[in-house]
């Protein structure tokens, strides 16, 4: 079947380095998504990997290793505001997306 | 601003009522989906539409009957729900159903339904 598997919830601290990790298992693989949803908002997208490596958005980046079906989110200089669930999701070989249930960062000061 | 929005944003109904969630996207787009989103569950999809035509039901009970009647508007009706349909319903769209890093899905901020 195919599976998608982040963290329930993780806790950082403002201003240090947050990794989610995410794996990942599909039939077939046409890319992977992350996107941020903040309580009560719509999920934003955040990024796309579809080739092995790292992508790197500002304070944002993503990682791909298509060998291992894994990839994760770094989050650099945590704000505040960056306290929201973080969505994974794998798109199949019919370009289906199948998305991970999220995972729940929280930033203390 | 997401370029789709959503009516209601909450909506609280009886279980024998009749009711339809409303989206609108302003962004051009040829594809449209429904998705559900239970807590601490992954996203469900629901339906595609793809140039106003349904393009994937995913196994949906009959008490949710979605409308396209054009490529900007997606409508979810509503009847005789039961209380596991609380949930957040959150409509999205993609300019074409095959979504890249350049073309992903934009999402609505969604309904919080709660069936009594």
């Known amino acids: 079947g195919q599976n998608i598997d982040q963290p329930t919830e993780m806790t950082a601290t403002e201003g240090a380095i947050v990794q989610i990790n995410c794996t990942y298992q599909?039939?077939?693989?046409?890319?992977l998504f992350w996107y941020q949803q903040h309580a009560g908002e719509a999920p934003t997208f955040l990024s796309y990997?579809?080739l092995d490596g790292l992508e790197e958005k500002g304070r944002f980046s993503s990682f791909l290793s298509r060998s291992k079906g894994y990839s994760y989110l770094l989050l650099k200089e945590l704000q505040m505001k960056d306290s929201a669930s973080y969505l994974c999701?794998?798109?199949?070989?019919?370009?289906?997306?199948?998305w991970g249930a999220g995972t729940k960062l929280i930033i203390k000061p | 601003e997401t370029g789709v929005t959503q009516t209601p944003r909450h909506l609280v109904m009886g279980m024998t009522n009749k009711k339809s969630l409303k989206c609108e996207q302003h962004?051009?787009?040829?594809?449209m989906y429904w998705y559900k989103q239970s807590a601490k569950k992954p996203l469900e999809l629901m339906f595609v539409?793809?140039?106003?035509?349904?393009?994937e039901n995913n196994s949906v009970p009959s008490r949710f009957s979605p409308e396209c009647p054009n490529s900007s508007h997606l409508f979810l009706h509503l009847h005789t729900l039961q209380p596991e349909d609380s949930a957040l319903y959150l409509c999205?769209?993609?300019?074409?159903?095959?979504?890249?890093?350049?073309?992903?899905?934009?999402f609505g901020d969604g309904t919080r339904l709660s069936i009594l």
């Open positions: 599909t039939s077939g693989f046409n890319g």
């Open positions: 962004l051009g787009h040829n594809a």
């Open positions: 999205a769209s993609s300019q074409t159903q095959e979504i890249t890093g350049n073309q992903p899905q934009h």
């Open positions: 999701a794998s798109m199949d070989s019919n370009y289906q997306l199948i």
């Open positions: 990997n579809v």
């Open positions: 539409y793809s140039l106003e035509e349904r393009v």
